[in-house]
């Protein structure tokens, strides 16, 4: 299921400004996220590993968003790991 698809039919957003908005609020997660794993985490920083999904679940507050924030955090570069494989969306 895509952002867009999620809003319309599961939350009921119907305009434009509040699909920006919510977007824009999940895109401030995912970079809350990115500050928090990076700072926490050293060790995962531009060495070119994976994160394990154990961090990101650790820092999700939002769980119902998590899909939409794991690709969110995709496109700034993160990939992550479960259970040995990577995890895909």
Request: charged residues 30%; aromatic residues 14%.
């Amino acid at each position: 299921m895509n952002l867009s698809h999620y809003a319309k039919f599961e939350m009921g957003i119907k305009t434009a400004e509040e699909f920006k908005a919510l977007k824009e609020k999940l895109n401030t997660e995912a970079d809350n996220i990115n500050k928090i794993i990076k700072e926490k985490y050293p060790d995962y920083i531009d060495n070119g590993m994976y994160y394990p999904i154990e961090l990101l679940e650790k820092e999700v507050i939002s769980t119902d968003y998590k899909p939409f924030i794991m690709n969110m955090l995709k496109q700034k570069g993160f990939e992550f790991m479960e259970n040995g494989t990577l995890w895909r969306y």
